[in-house]
């Protein structure tokens, strides 16, 4: 086993502090207050077992699926990714292919890498609006495949998979014995009634990775789960025994507090996000030079520079002279697109959003002379 850098988590991780950030890929920090904390939850241990049962219980009530369906993981999604890929792949063999969505979140490729599968790309095209097309998808399906891997929203687009392609391709999937991965975590920042179901209701084949950090302020719980068959979840718990074995307590009752008090993290979460989303889409409207398609909620988008503007260049022109971050494309395989956050405080969006013109018109590129 080889286990290669993230390019984008160190790049995210040596951030600077800036006046604007707009390459957060979560929405501003949550009060504390909003999860009405007592004092049973600054508990140093309780039972946990395979997850916390209350907390267990509580994600199965919320997403529809029994509480053995559902496991708990201290490392957000991004440890529920990794255990859930292990479990899918676990006894597959060196032949074992796994078709991962392109351009996507550079972690995920690397967890198929660390674990030696094989790997197919499935392109989503901004021609397409980042559609998937499932006809081209069956095509990548072979008796070696195991698992395929999609976020919805898309990260870095935050397109949206329709329901029924999403059953489309698990269908696909089962007649091999290969399971569906969508890493829901943006799913969230679509409310009301526009959200939905969970992915994991598109098969039975289907396994859901989530968690409270990008829709809802929660990064520092690190509260991550799965939902999926009760063979897959079962087995993903034997292995996260060889990581992490339990959760943590503190945050596992900070969770448990987090969903009873859904409604108003939510609600928070909303008024953040619905007008921020709307001044996203004035602005676009009138900035022709950057052409994003308007995702139907989460809290980015994936925006296409004009040509011969390169996106680090113009990434680090935005940081030295506007104090402004975004995150180049390259991290997302897309070296012509920025990543755009809108998650921040609407004043910090604002500053953002007339720092990304002004950019562009220090860095349009010069007229020839006749």
């Known amino acids: 086993m080889r286990f290669p850098e993230i390019a984008y988590m160190s790049w995210a991780k040596a951030m600077p502090n800036v006046r604007t950030n707009l390459a957060r890929s979560g929405v501003e920090p949550c009060p504390a207050g909003l999860l009405r ?21 509580a994600i199965g009530r919320r997403y529809g699926v029994a509480p053995d369906r559902v496991l708990t993981v201290s490392g957000g999604t991004s440890l529920a990714n990794w255990v859930a890929c292990a479990a899918a792949l676990d006894g597959a063999g060196e032949r074992a292919e796994v078709i991962v969505e ?19 790309r499935l392109d ?18 072979t008796p070696r495949t195991r698992l395929a891997i999609v976020t919805n929203l898309h990260n870095p687009s935050g397109a949206r998979i329709e329901p029924a392609i999403l059953q489309a391709m698990a269908r696909a999937l089962d007649r091999v014995g290969a399971f569906l991965l969508v890493d829901e975590v943006y799913l969230e920042c679509l409310f009301g009634a526009s959200r939905g179901r969970s992915s994991v209701h598109a098969g039975p ?18 509260a991550g789960w799965i939902l999926g068959p009760r063979r897959l979840v079962s087995r993903a718990g034997k ?47 009138r900035e022709p030079r950057l052409h994003a398609h308007l995702p139907p909620g989460g809290n980015v988008l994936f925006a296409r520079l004009p040509a011969g503007i390169d996106a680090d260049r113009f990434a680090r ?24 956050s809108f998650g921040c405080a609407p004043a910090a969006l604002a500053h ?17 002379r006749v």
């Not at 351009?103 to 790997?119: F, K, M, N």
């Not at 989503?124 to 399906?141: C, K, T, Y």
């Not at 953002?352 to 020839?368: M, Q, V």
């Open 37 to 57: 904390l007592s004092g049973r939850d600054l508990a140093t241990h309780h039972a946990a077992g395979y997850g916390w049962a209350p907390l267990r219980r």
């Open 239 to 285: 292995i996260h025994d060889l990581l992490g074995v339990n959760g943590v307590a503190p945050g596992d009752r900070m969770a448990l507090a987090a969903l009873r008090n859904l409604a108003a993290v939510r609600r928070r979460a909303s008024a953040i996000l619905a007008p921020n989303l709307e001044r996203v889409k004035r602005f676009l409207a």
């Open 205 to 222: 084949n289907v396994i859901a990775t989530n968690s409270l950090t990008k829709a809802y302020g929660l990064d520092g719980l690190r």
């Open 102 to 120: 392109r351009p996507t979140y550079e972690p995920l490729v690397r967890i198929v890498e660390a674990l030696g599968g094989g790997i197919r």
């Open 352 to 368: 953002g959003l007339r720092s990304l013109s002004r950019t562009l018109d220090d860095l349009r590129p010069a007229r020839r």
């Open 317 to 340: 022109h935005l940081r030295l002279r506007y104090d402004t971050l975004v995150v180049p494309g390259r991290f997302f395989e897309s070296p012509r697109f920025i990543r755009i």
């Open 124 to 141: 989503r095209w901004h021609e397409e609006g980042w559609s998937i097309d499932p006809g081209r998808f069956a095509r990548l399906v």
